[in-house]
C-alpha cells in the first residue's frame, strides 16, 4: 500500500497562484505515473494533469492547459502542481493518485488506473 498525502490547498483570490505538493513517505513512487484529480461536490472526479515516471510525458485538461504545470522530483518522492491565473471554476478538493504499473511511457488518463489515492486538499478561488 501506498500513503500520499497532499499539501498546498487554501483560499486564494481570482488570478492568483497555488502550489499543491503530493508526498509518498515511506514509500517510492518513482517507478509510478502520478496523476492530480480534482472533485467538486455532486460531480465526477475529473483528471487535471499527469506526468510518467520519467517526466517525459504529461497530460492537461484541456481546462488548464496554460496555466498548470504537473512536475515531479523523484528523489524527494514529491509530485507537484503547479496552479497559475486561478478562477473559480477550479475551485475543488484536489487529489494526488498513483498509477503502479511501472514505467509507463505515456501517463494513463483512464481514472481505474489509479490505485493509491491521497486525501485530498481544498482549493477556493475567490471570484
Known amino acids: 500500500q501506498v500513503q500520499l498525502v497532499e499539501s498546498g490547498g487554501g483560499f486564494v483570490q481570482a488570478g492568483g497562484s497555488l502550489r499543491l505538493s503530493c508526498a509518498a513517505p515511506g514509500r517510492t513512487v518513482s517507478l509510478y505515473t502520478m496523476g492530480w484529480f480534482r472533485q467538486v461536490l455532486g460531480k465526477e472526479r475529473e483528471l487535471v494533469a499527469a506526468?510518467?515516471?520519467?517526466?517525459?510525458?504529461?497530460y492537461y485538461a484541456d481546462s488548464v492547459k496554460g496555466r498548470f504545470t504537473i512536475s515531479r522530483d523523484n528523489a524527494k518522492n514529491t509530485v507537484y502542481l503547479q496552479m497559475n491565473s486561478l478562477n473559480a471554476e477550479d475551485t475543488a478538493v484536489y487529489y494526488c493518485?498513483?498509477?503502479?504499473?511501472?514505467?509507463?511511457?505515456?501517463?494513463?488518463?483512464?481514472?481505474?488506473?489509479?490505485?493509491?489515492w491521497g486525501k485530498g486538499t481544498l482549493v477556493t478561488v475567490s471570484s
Open positions: 493518485a498513483a498509477d503502479k504499473s511501472l514505467l509507463r511511457r505515456i501517463p494513463t488518463t483512464d481514472i481505474a488506473n489509479y490505485d493509491y
Open positions: 506526468i510518467n515516471w520519467s517526466a517525459s510525458s504529461t
